[in-house]
């Protein structure tokens, strides 16, 4: 078994529990009443401190303190929810992340800027004197009335090796008020097979307090995860009844059997209808994110595999053979769906990263802008999730800092103070597409016509549609930043986005309206690691075209090429459809076959041909990078080995678009040449 | 930057025309006879394409191409050496294709010389000895270094050929 370092599963967690507070407080309305949320925050604080002072964590621990004591009177309704406790939780998050990270490196921390923190925290304390509720919630009634619960808690056997004494924990129960401890001992094995570090026991807890059950809650936070744990109120206790002395005994004694009910437990039937089952967490695997990698090559190596297999069940002709090869294929295809559904995530794990961004840039620049988000549920590779926060990253800070104005720019030109970005994920097809819009100011075409005309990107008689002109602004070196700020406009700009978005197999455009706002769609494939492919062959050489971005194939006779003035172009149900001759493109020798076929794709939101010998039929195409040393080859964007071992290359759309364009051949002015100009 | 060759260690040599190379085994993963190249369009032409060792597509290089020297057919005796390079810290897997691979020699440092740094009919920079063997010199290469630079004819014929052969990316 792989036994993992408990202090790099106390980092995962923290990690993931900070992603939390993130997303949480920045859900926190100002002067709303203290709800779920605040107790959700306390008890993520509070496991942080916690974990981090059992691993050695000692100063997120310390720190971790301060922010746990304020939390615990907001709790309490003794600190309002106020826009200064936001910021700071904020900032004190991302101290602790600091300290994390420097735990790691090894790297100091400057400490002042947690002191502040904390000073500003303790700012926030009532003075201790004048100390008065200032409301009370539901969930904060618990002082004074005696309440009792009966706790039933059977922690995991190997709650040990995470360093939890279960008998501490019912020692803490004790310090809440009186209890009466019963312990379930069935499970216990006989000696010879008893592991002296697994826990076997299970108690119930009849537990009178008058702390209320977030008290209870705290005392298993560490271990609510992992342990069954039942906590069902039991009414108050009758006012005569005896009080059931502690219990003496730390560990149970084997005599103690589940039908030894203490006496004081009263009312049986009192409320079973608020029983609340802590342990009914979704039951989450934590695996290390290369374990898959190495799931997803495997099965790619078993799609490689099966293909082979099947090419020589068919060329064998074994009619007995096919029935259990056809079985095989139904299985591989519905395994490889599945690891690489395991891979998939969604995609809202980035969108809350920006809410921070959107948050902290507005208040930096003096705008008020609101992020929206919808299809945060969207599911994406993680690969390339994980590729795809940067460049989103830099395309809000462009919406930020050039396209929302100031509130009252605003409020001049009609629009509400309030600038909203919007921020959406959606499947469609094998592809997931993002937008970005903001209400802003637009971008200025002509602007950008007379940046390019200057950094001479264009020459004077270009003469270029709208969206020509905007997609000048993905060339390197363009910037349209009048000043440059500490937001964007530090020359690297809208090319490396798109750079990265190419690197991603991404499709990217854009549309403004002035005065009204920009939006820019990406288009994405879901995953890097397996496609459908269309199979096609020229000259003996075979190629995949994504079978995503097929739209139809046509026939081309040799009598209508060059029919249309000599261009390449083809009607299609009354559409013209420019195309590239990919033989003559790729300068391949040998003749074209009489009839040729033309594979249409979609590229941005125009439709290109592709001239191939013929079309093979689709193939499962698990994709293998060009490396290095093709790197700048941009008409192919990898490679995938065939069922019987050849290699072939998987074509890149607007690379081969590119290509053609750039050709001496067809760069003419000719009109039909636009769709290559992208 | 010929790292002067202080321990014995074992080379494979190949053969380009008549001139005998050799390559420290250690960046020698394989020798494979040639199988299906599928070539890559628009790649410079001493990529001759890429090639399938044992489910992974390895590019494969002309090495008389990548080296400058006139073409020939590919014979029975053609061998793809598959290298294992260290390129930028990364480890790249190239095949590089020889008119013929010969055997596995031991060569001590007293039997490599330094490059000659003049009167040579290579570029020095991208060797890393000289070593003998009775009347035979057998040119040891930097297959690093090689490789790191995107068009280097080894050749030096008349500097002609310097500009492209500036250092790595």
Known sequence: MNRQNPAQTFLQEAEDLLGQIEEITLEVQPDAPVGESIHRLFRAFHTIKGSGAMFGFDTVAAFTHHVETVLDKVRDGLVPVSR???????????????????????????????????ARLNALLPSQALVAPIKKTPASANTGALEVFKIHFRPAADVMASGTNPALLLDELRALGAC????????????????????????????????????????????????????????????????????????????????????????????????????????????PSERLDRLVNLVGELVMNQ??????????????????VEELERLVDELRDNVLGIRMMPIGTTFSRFKRLVHDLSAELGKEIELVTEGAETELDKTVLDQLGDPLVHVIRNSIGHGIELPADRERAGKPRHGTIRLTASHVGSNVVITIEDDGKGIDVEAVRAKALEKKLISPSTNLTEKEVLDLIFLPGFSTAKQVTNVSGRGVGMDV???????????????????????????????????????????????????????????LHRSERGRLNGRNVIPVRGELIPYVHLREAFAMPGEEPEIEKIVIVRHGNERVGFVV???????????????????????????????????????????????????????????????FTN | MSNLITTTAQYITFKLGDELFAINVEQVREVLELSQITRVPTAPPYMRGVVNVRGKAIPVVDLRAKFGLPPVADTVNSRTVVMELELDGETTVVGGIADSVHEVIELEPGQINPPPKIAMRWRTELISGMGRRGDDFIIILDINEVFASQVAALVDSAQATEANTTSAA
């Not at chain 1, 921390?109 to 502040?116: A, L």
């Not at chain 1, 992992?226 to 002395?245: E, H, M, N, R």
């Not at chain 1, 293909?307 to 259990?324: C, E, F, N």
């Not at chain 1, 290359?649 to 636009?674: E, F, M, W």
Request: hydrophobic share 40%; with cysteine; charged share 20%.
């Open chain 1, 84 to 118: 200064e406790l936001i910021d700071l939780l904020l900032a004190a998050r991302d101290q602790i992340k600091l300290l994390l990270e420097s735990a790691q490196t090894g790297a100091a921390v400057p400490t002042e800027k947690g002191d502040r923190i904390i």
């Open chain 1, 180 to 287: 009466t401890v019963t312990a379930h001992t069935e499970t216990v094995p006989t000696l010879e097979l008893l592991q002296p570090d697994q826990c076997y026991l299970a108690w119930d807890i009849t537990l009178t307090t008058d702390k209320g059950l977030n008290a209870i809650k705290d005392v298993f936070i560490f271990v609510e995860d992992t342990s069954k744990l039942v906590i069902q109120p039991a009414g108050t206790p009758p006012p005569t009844a005896d009080t059931p002395a502690p219990c003496a005994t730390p560990v149970p004694t084997p005599a103690s059997t589940p039908a030894n009910v203490s006496p004081a437990a009263p009312a049986p039937a009192a409320a079973p209808a608020t029983l609340r089952k802590l342990s009914a967490r979704d039951a989450v695997v934590r695996v």
């Open chain 1, 307 to 324: 293909s082979r297999l099947s090419q020589l069940a068919l060329s064998a002709d074994v009619p007995s053979l096919s029935g259990p």
């Open chain 1, 497 to 555: 986005v798109k750079r990265q978005f190419d690197a991603l197999r991404g499709q990217i455009s854009m549309s403004t309206n002035a005065g009204k706002g920009t939006k820019l769609t990406l288009t994405l494939p879901l995953t890097l690691a397996i496609i459908d492919g269309l199979l096609v062959e020229i000259s003996q050489d075979q190629f995949i075209v994504p079978m995503s971005i097929v739209t139809e194939n046509v026939e």
């Open chain 1, 613 to 675: 010998d013929r079309v093979l039929g689709s193939h499962q195409t698990v994709i293998q990078s060009l490396g290095r040393f093709y790197r700048d080859i941009n008409i192919v964007s990898g490679t995938t080995i065939m069922g019987d071992g050849r290699v072939a290359l998987i074509l890149d759309v607007a690379g081969i678009v590119a290509h053609a364009g750039q050709q001496p051949k067809t760069a003419t002015d000719d009109p039909t040449q636009k769709a």
